[in-house]
């Protein structure tokens, strides 16, 4: 049974960081596309960064392009998210998620975690 458990969301000022973890189990994420979506009150869950099972990341929001960065550690099975110069209109739930492919993991994701939230003051 796959699970994704993310982690490291919280309140921040504007301009700080975060770096968000997805830890997975039944699931080895250096053979899993993975990505982070995000979903803000009264809006739809978008997508924000994904990865390659090779490490490539193959999609990046143009919204966050340039402060956030996707990443995994294979030998703890955890995928990142760092998010640096946040922004307000960065608040919201951060899902993992997890697919057959790179471009799967972003139209339609086999697992999800439950979500972690991020809350960036102004």
């Known amino acids: 049974q796959v699970q994704l458990v993310e982690s490291g969301g919280g309140l921040v000022q504007a301009g700080g960081s975060l770096r968000l973890s997805c830890a997975a189990s039944?699931?080895?994420?250096?053979?899993?596309?993975m990505g982070w979506f995000r979903q803000a009150p009264g809006k739809e869950r978008e997508p924000v960064q994904a990865?390659?099972?090779?490490?490539?990341?193959?999609y990046c929001a143009d919204s966050v392009k340039g402060r956030f960065t996707i990443s995994r550690d294979n030998a703890k099975n955890t995928v990142y998210l760092q998010m640096n110069s946040l922004k307000p209109e960065d608040t919201a739930v951060y899902y993992c998620?997890?697919?057959?492919?790179?471009?799967?993991?972003?139209?339609?994701?086999?697992?999800w975690g439950q979500g972690t939230q991020v809350t960036v003051s102004s």
């Open positions: 998620a997890a697919g057959r492919s790179y471009a799967a993991v972003i139209t339609t994701p086999s697992n």
């Open positions: 039944g699931l080895t994420v250096s053979t899993a596309a």
């Open positions: 990865i390659s099972r090779s490490g490539s990341i193959t």
